[in-house]
């Protein structure tokens, strides 16, 4: 047996800057996957609030539709988003597109996007892909993906700091209601 020292590492607190949470609304994500969806999305808006920051949510397929859930009329946009019903095409690179644009200033310096969705779409522009880039690197914004579906191009995954992958199909949830 050897026993190798511990190794602790210094990581420093990044800020927190404010969330934009980006919502998959199209035909595939509906059902279960419109429920996860919107529970993650719940979930980072309570983590939000917890930390005193704003919090964004998009909706996207087609179109992109927003709403600032922690603004004085936040509880009247959850309720909104919340009885909004998944349906249409999902164009993702109209929803980076308007986050990219959401993050212009020195208000959105330390922010973080979230995109909840199957991957099941088209591939990205380059533009967007360097934009995207670009921002990460010079903003400090950080991207991240709630991957719900294998099913997704993983070549769009490359772009984003951090995936989590949630697998909502029929093996995976039975999977997990049997180790309960």
């Not at 522009?125 to 690197?137: A, F, G, N, W, Y």
Request: one cysteine or more; hydrophobic letters at 40%.
């Amino acid at each position: 047996m050897t026993l190798r020292p511990v190794s602790h590492q210094q990581h420093e607190e990044q800020p927190r800057g404010p969330f934009i949470v980006c919502a998959d609304t199209s035909g595939s994500m509906g059902g279960f996957n419109e429920r996860c969806a919107k529970a993650f999305c719940l979930a980072l808006l309570k983590v939000a609030l917890a930390d005193r920051r704003r919090c964004y949510i998009m909706l996207f397929a087609h179109e992109v539709i927003d709403y600032e859930l922690t603004g004085d009329d936040g509880l009247e946009q959850a309720i909104r988003f919340l009885s909004q019903r998944f349906r249409g095409g999902t164009d993702l690179a109209a929803c980076l597109s308007a986050v990219v644009k959401r993050m212009e200033g020195a208000l959105w310096q330390d922010a973080d996007a979230v995109v909840v969705s199957d991957f099941i779409a088209q591939r990205l522009p380059d533009e967007i892909v360097s934009t995207v880039k670009l921002r990460q690197q010079q903003q400090q914004q950080r991207f991240h993906a709630v991957a719900m579906s294998g099913h997704g191009k993983h070549g769009i995954l490359h772009i984003f700091d951090h995936i989590w992958c949630f697998d909502t199909g029929m093996k995976s949830r039975l999977r997990r209601r049997w180790r309960r």
